[in-house]
């Protein structure tokens, strides 16, 4: 049975509310489909993150892997993604038998192949094994995560895209903040070690099975209760080719913020490494790692949405490049002499408020340098940009970490972030128009 309203679910822009009439507001600026699309991504969150929170340990302490072969694999969640990104921007922009984009399609194909790669994490015992399989499960994430955004921009009237994206992110980071916590309780549950001497894994395989069945259960919400059609794809008719998707790069604004995605992702340490630097520097006891993520995305979680609607009344752009200048003092947080829990909750904290003020802000910064029948492939371009960055600063960083230490490869990372920034900020200064949806 399908349950989702074929019908388009654009909300009307809300006039002017008094106060009593806010409630209305807020529901007219982020329609059901964009709640319907922030469960699928919460309980998809909450599946991956189980499996993201004690891989690092397990890799590295369980199996000895060296900083550099950590940064590869690490990379490969990056680069995989990016791959086939752009790919399923442009698929989910052609048109069906029916004249509608294939948005939920696209991104449906991209969930099940993610969840259907859980499973095979009981069986991968060896480093190349693991590799391969998170390598396609970040094909499935490239896949879906274009089509996903898509359908939010598309539903969501621009002037509230900022206040829709950071619900959705919102929505999604409160699954990435139960994921840890799910593991850990699991970890207890099923009484396994943290392989701190490389000894059972049972632990982990209960892990592993917990969050197949949780990625089971977001294709099904997909399935069920997101709309097909939304917003404009209704009466489009166009079907852009892959080198219209491509030649979008001479829009001045997209053009312009995929390079500075690219340059600020170059120096933007992965979340993995910077949990690693926070657990040894604190001195945390390896049981206690797969909580680190709980700061950042309880911080995220909080942040989201009343900085989703900052950028809707500052500019999208200049929110973006004030988070990376909040990451930086995390980082020169990280370095300074300061230690204890404090300082590393600080750090957590200014982690997850650089989320919440780039990772959906990007996204609707995107949009709107966009047409609307090249809405996939326009943000897959910035997100394809992003991700290779990210990719090759993860195989820097490791490298960097090889040779000389970790604290000295994040003042690296710091000073190249810094300069960036800059960088950023001139690139980003000329006002562009932005492109009617």
Not at 386 to 405: D, E, N, T
Request: with cysteine; charged share 15%.
């Amino acid at each position: 049975m399908y349950v989702a309203d074929s019908r388009s679910s654009k909300a009307p822009v809300a006039p002017a509310t008094a106060p009593g009439r806010r409630g209305a507001a807020l529901r007219a600026a982020v329609p059901g489909a964009v709640v319907a699309l922030g469960t699928v991504s919460l309980v998809t969150d909450i599946s991956s993150e189980m499996v993201s929170a004690v891989l690092p340990l397990y890799l590295l302490t369980g199996l000895g892997l060296s900083p550099l072969g950590f940064g590869l694999l690490d990379g490969i969640q990056n680069g995989f993604s990016a791959l086939v990104r752009l790919a399923g921007g442009h698929l989910a922009d052609r048109r069906g038998a029916d004249g509608a984009a294939r948005h939920k399609a696209v991104a449906a194909v991209g969930y099940g192949l993610s969840a259907l790669c859980k499973p095979l994490l009981l069986f991968a015992h060896t480093v190349p094994l693991i590799g391969a399989v998170i390598a396609v499960d970040r094909t499935g994430k490239g896949l879906r995560t274009a089509p996903r955004d898509a359908m939010i921009s598309l539903a969501t009237e621009p002037e509230h895209r900022g206040r829709a994206f950071g619900v959705h992110r919102a929505m999604d980071t409160a699954g990435a903040l139960l994921g840890p916590l799910t593991a850990f309780l699991v970890l207890r549950l099923a009484g396994g070690p943290l392989l701190a001497d490389g000894g059972e894994r049972h632990g982990y395989d209960a892990v592993f099975t917990v969050s197949a069945c949780i990625a089971a259960l977001g294709v099904l919400v997909l399935l069920l209760f997101v709309p097909n059609r939304l917003g404009s794809d209704e009466t489009s008719t166009s079907t852009p080719s892959l080198r219209d998707g491509i030649r979008l790069l001479r829009l001045p604004g997209l053009r312009r913020l995929t390079l500075c995605a690219v340059l600020l992702g170059l120096t933007t340490v992965s979340d993995s490494f910077l949990y690693l630097l926070v657990q040894r520097q604190l001195g945390l006891a390896t049981n206690l790692f797969p909580l680190l993520p709980l700061g950042t995305a309880a911080a995220f979680l909080l942040l989201a949405v009343p900085l989703g609607a900052l950028a809707d009344r500052i500019g999208r752009r200049r929110l973006f490049l004030a988070g990376h200048a909040v990451l930086l003092l995390a980082y020169g947080l990280l370095l300074s002499p300061l230690r204890g829990l404090p300082a590393v909750l600080c750090v957590l904290v200014l982690h997850g408020s650089f989320y919440a003020a780039t990772d959906g802000v990007l996204a609707a910064a995107a949009a709107d340098a966009v047409p609307a029948d090249q809405r996939g492939a326009g943000l897959a371009l910035v997100g394809t940009g992003q991700a290779l960055a990210r990719f090759a600063c993860s195989l820097l960083f490791g490298a960097l970490w090889s040779a000389i230490g970790g604290a000295g490869a994040l003042a690296w990372s710091a000073g190249a972030l810094a300069l960036c920034v800059v960088g950023a900020a001139v690139v980003l200064r000329e006002p562009t128009r932005e492109v009617p949806s």
